[in-house]
């Protein structure tokens, strides 16, 4: 707004209300009507953002505004200075990372959840939250298929986290007192947790709260003849080790769709292994758990049944809003166990006292919790189960559009089989060896010997002059030394069109670097 004729006047500090109803309605339709142009024009910002360290505080004010400004005045700083400074992870032409799809049902449930603003920590404190999240939990589970002793129908149970980090962190903590009621709690110091080296960073974050010393966390080799999957054979060499030097195995997390590459560990026969040993195992499926609505990816679950937790994010790609985890566990007695507390100002109302509602305060670190529950149960409602399952496979097929793309080309390599909506791939140099073709060219193909060392150099230039061109956004993973591009679909306003725009840009760039 440049003249102050059009901007409404504000009014002083003394007569201002924090909550006037029309003052929220007209400022809440302006929001929206912002956050709807933002949508529609997405695509004319780059998807990286391209501002520099620090460039806020050359156009920000020092000290906060002693009186009030109005929302135009607000909403233009917001697009003249707020919007170049975002990665635009809505943005069609995101693929790094991992997805965190956006919805209008999800936007409204956010809508919601913050409008009632509730603090959900007992029954009490909310019935409705605690209710929703129960049956949601329940819901959800159910389209998983999930075994019935993870269901509140089955003695076990659903809540809403708000990321890996925590169901992560409040699962470890469950099974470090369950085994220290065993041995001792002076004991601490001998117990162990197992993953991958290509388990999330959350388990060592975790573990490292949790009290567990970090010589005590195991990240087990995995190799790319296996997909970079937890071997079960590693993982029973790793523990009768630990066994041998007088420590006590405690805690496995196997993982369903790793970061680096989706690797898929398999449940049935860690989960014996573990079992055998007296391990607490976490299944952490935050990514690919999503897709196990569908019935052709359940079969990654299979022997999920021999786990005590699992854990999702509705938020990565699921179309409800960040933060969105949900844990599910087979005796959420366990957890209540480590987590309650019981002060008396919580103590006053008959529900908690008679034991027959859930308080979800004793299933999570903090007291406080939002009405989660309210976005996830808009999504489901809005788009049910069969088009919740078209959204993700149409994102699986736009990944497998990608990876024959990919393989088309010989300059590139597919490095691991695709196994949901990421694809793994790496441009190959020119070959090291002395072979030639018979017009006197450089031969690309798996037969020939390749540098690494140049091959990642030559990767590490091509995703940073892609990223920087603003067009498409990609990251990368190290996995058995090779670095290596990863393309991720599941931008909510993603098409076919953009998968190929993606694969232009990718080529182009090569091409610039190489010169062909």
Known sequence: MNTAESVPKTPSCCSMSPLNLEEFRRQGYMAIDFIADYYQNIEKHPVLSQVEPGYLKNVFPKSAPSSPEPIETILHDVQKHIVPGITHWQSPSYF???????????????????????????????????????????????????????????????????????????????????????????SIGKLVVYGSNQTHSALQKAAHVAGIHKTNCREIETTRSTSFALSPESLRLAICLDIESGLVPMFLCATIGTTATTAVDPLRPLCDVANSYGLWVHVDAAYAGNACICPEFQHFLEGVEGAHSFSLNAHKWFFTTLDCCCLWLKDPKALTKSLSTNPEYLMSNHATNSEQVVNYKDWQIALSRRFRSMKLWLVLRSYGVANLRSFLRSHVKMAQLFEDLVASDKRFEVVVPRNFAMVCFRALPLPTSKEVSENGMAVYGHKISYDQECSNQLNKELLKSINASGHVYLTHAVVAGLYIIRFAVGATLTEDRHVFTAWKVVQEHLDAITGM
């Open 96 to 186: 790094g990372y991992f997805p965190s799809s956006a919805s209008t049902a999800g936007f409204l449930g956010e809508m919601l959840c913050t409008g009632f603003n509730v603090v959900g920590f007992d029954w009490m404190s909310s019935p409705a939250a605690t209710e929703l999240e129960n049956i949601v939990m329940e819901w959800l589970g159910e389209m998983l298929t999930l075994p019935k002793c993870f269901l509140f129908a089955g003695n076990g149970g659903g809540v809403i986290q708000g990321t890996t980090c925590e169901a992560i962190l409040c699962t470890l903590v469950a099974a470090r007192d369950r085994m220290l009621s065993q041995i001792g709690k002076d």
